[in-house]
Nanobody
Framework: QVQLVESGGGLVQAGGSLRLSCAAS????????MAWFRQAPGKEREFVGT????????RYADSVKGRFTISRDSAKNTVYLQMNSLKPEDTAVYYC??????????????WGQGTQVTVSS
């Protein structure tokens, strides 16, 4: 089992930055992929970005490419989502996910509880 706990959400003005953290515990295999998704009210959960637990490969949604960066600290068992140049349309609950298959779909085995990000205009 893997447990994921997100933190770092909050209210920020457009153009600002936030860094989300996802602390992982349990049995994380080095081959696992970690991902961030988000879900706005009335919308489906959408892919934001993903990284292999071993690092070296990342992939982003077009809507966040160049503004968001995923990184991980294996010593702390934590994955980060650095969000810069935030826009009101980035407002959503952000979820961390983990699983053996790197994918842009919601097919991850483990999910965190989510953290709210609100960007004011």
């Amino acid at each position: 089992q893997v447990q994921l706990v997100e933190s770092g959400g909050g209210l920020v003005q457009a153009g600002g930055s936030l860094r989300l953290s996802c602390a992982a515990s349990g049995r994380i295999f080095s081959s696992y992929a970690m991902a961030w998704f988000r879900q706005a009210p009335g919308k489906e959960r959408e892919f934001v970005g993903t990284i292999r637990w071993t690092g070296g490969y990342t992939r982003y949604a077009d809507s966040v490419k160049g503004r968001f960066t995923i990184s991980r600290d294996s010593a702390k068992n934590t994955v980060y989502l650095q969000m810069n140049s935030l826009k009101p349309e980035d407002t959503a609950v952000y979820y961390c996910a983990a699983g053996p298959t790197l994918t842009t779909t919601v097919g991850y085995n483990y999910w965190g509880q989510g953290t709210q990000v609100t960007v004011s205009s």
